[in-house]
């Protein structure tokens, strides 16, 4: 079975810092990954998503992700984070045909 | 075009009640799925359907039931409501159809409460 580990459960970052959120997964077979994002309150968006090709993944507002295949990880950054970043971060995982798989989350809180 | 709708936005039930939490997705997507969201967690996959009339556990399906008649709606039943059962619930839907595209579009959640 699928499973996804987020190595950080709460980061706190003053505004400006860099941002570096790791994502391992445990799947021998192709995968889909994702990276989802929740503001307070709200609901999943979606941030970025590899599926194939250049392993560095570009999203919205600065964030970007880099597949690493031989260590199983997907991990999220932003070189400078602003105080509308703070939110829950989930990694997910998909296989074709299977369900999506999602990571506890890590909390992110910028300090203004 | 609404994506994912949810209902209701917060419930309060009381031991033993039951009720339905309302999905429908107007994208025609074939797959919906119903989780739940508690602290430390992540999501945790509690119903899925592939297709109308198609649905099978997730992870943690024990006190909830699903069906799917039709395209757009996946209502999730809480038989009946215990306290373990207070947490987010989240309706999704996704086309794997689609292959690289496939991406799950999820609902605005529904807050359950039950004492």
């Known amino acids: 079975a699928q499973s996804v580990s987020q190595h950080n459960h709460h980061v706190i970052l003053s505004e400006a810092a860099s941002l570096e959120l790791g994502c391992n997964y445990s799947?021998?077979?192709?995968?889909?990954l994702f990276w989802y994002v929740q503001y307070p309150g709200q609901h999943l968006q979606l941030l970025l998503k590899y599926f194939s090709g250049d392993p560095l993944v570009k999203g919205i507002k600065g964030f970007e992700a880099e597949f690493i295949k031989s260590k199983f990880s997907f991990n999220l950054r932003k070189p400078s984070v602003q105080w509308s970043d703070t939110a829950e971060y989930f990694c997910?995982?998909?296989?074709?045909?299977?369900?999506?798989?999602f990571g506890p989350g890590t909390r992110l809180s910028v300090l203004p | 075009n609404a994506g994912v709708t949810q209902t209701p936005k917060f419930q309060v039930l009381k031991t033993g009640q039951s009720m339905t939490l309302q999905c429908a997705q107007d994208m025609n997507h074939e797959y919906m799925s119903w989780y739940r969201q508690d602290p430390g967690m992540g999501l945790r996959l509690i119903h899925y359907s592939v297709g109308a009339g198609i649905t099978d556990q997730g992870e943690v399906p024990n006190g909830y039931n699903v069906s799917r008649s039709t395209t757009e709606d996946f209502p999730l039943r809480l038989l009946s409501a215990a306290p373990s059962q207070t947490s987010v619930y989240f309706c999704a839907s996704n086309d794997p159809g689609q292959g690289a595209y496939n991406e799950q579009f999820f609902g605005p959640g529904t807050r359950l409460t039950v004492l």
């Open positions: 799947y021998g077979g192709t995968v889909n």
């Open positions: 997910a995982v998909n296989a074709y045909g299977q369900n999506f798989v």
